[in-house]
């Protein structure tokens, strides 16, 4: 069982566009991080979310953890085409040590 | 560029076979941690090493074993390789500190078993 769901699996969209991504669990979290991915290269570190309700900004991307710490979301305005990649959410249930679990991640393609 | 090194970048090898992935963590990182990405299980954790202990298992094959050394650098050994084995190998590190929650990720070893 997939402990971070996340949606939508995939994402085309055009340039300008806005969008969001969700990150949804049963489980509460310690604090959720979302991650990058290019094809055949590691993942790469966006923001780290740590307390309920937190909301952080890195430049054109939103990112918000749930009050309950359970879920986060991530919202780009006006997208960009070096904005495709892959979209993980990561985290450690609390008191389950620093182990990761990654969500399957949000594919998105972004066309001029 | 993360910091963390992985060798070799690919592997292609043949079912039954033994390999051994290698990485060496950021300066200054005590915790290696080592994930499998396939794409229909998504990146799933293996194991974790801190300062040379072992210290979380997820969900590694016992054909599959780990080891960090004291200069730190870690080794994935997997061994009686299987088809189903082929995928992107990464490791992982940070300091392992109890609210150190962000982990740096090495470019990666893409495994071929033929």
């Known amino acids: 069982t997939q402990l971070l769901e996340q949606s939508p699996q995939f994402l085309s969209i055009q340039e300008g566009e806005n969008l969001t991504v969700y990150c949804n669990s049963s489980?509460?979290?310690?604090?959720l991080q979302w991650y990058r991915q290019e094809p055949g290269e590691g993942p790469v570190l966006l923001v780290t979310v740590v307390t309920g309700g937190e909301v952080k900004k890195l430049k054109r991307l939103t990112f918000q953890f749930g009050d309950a710490r359970k879920d986060s979301s991530l919202h780009i305005t006006a997208a960009q085409p070096g904005d495709t990649g892959l979209y993980l959410c990561?985290?450690?249930?609390?008191?389950?040590?620093?182990?990761?679990?990654f969500g399957k991640g949000t594919s998105l393609l972004v066309t001029p | 560029d993360s910091g963390v090194t992985q060798t070799p970048k690919h592997l292609i090898t043949a079912t039954g076979q033994r390999v051994t992935l290698r990485c060496s963590p950021r300066?200054?990182?005590?915790?290696v941690y080592w994930y499998q990405q396939s794409l229909d299980q998504g990146l799933q954790f293996l194991i974790q090493y801190y300062n040379g202990e072992e210290r979380a298992k997820g969900n590694i094959l016992e054909r599959f074993s780990a080891q960090q050394f004291p200069d730190l650098h870690s080794e994935l050994n997997l061994s009686s390789l299987e088809l189903g084995d082929s995928a992107l190998y990464f490791c992982a590190s940070n300091k392992g500190g109890a609210t150190n929650y962000e982990q740096y990720f090495g470019p990666g070893t893409r495994l071929t078993v033929t």
């Open positions: 489980s509460v979290f310690s604090s």
């Open positions: 300066s200054g990182d005590l915790s």
């Open positions: 990561a985290g450690a249930p609390s008191n389950s040590g620093y182990a990761l679990n």
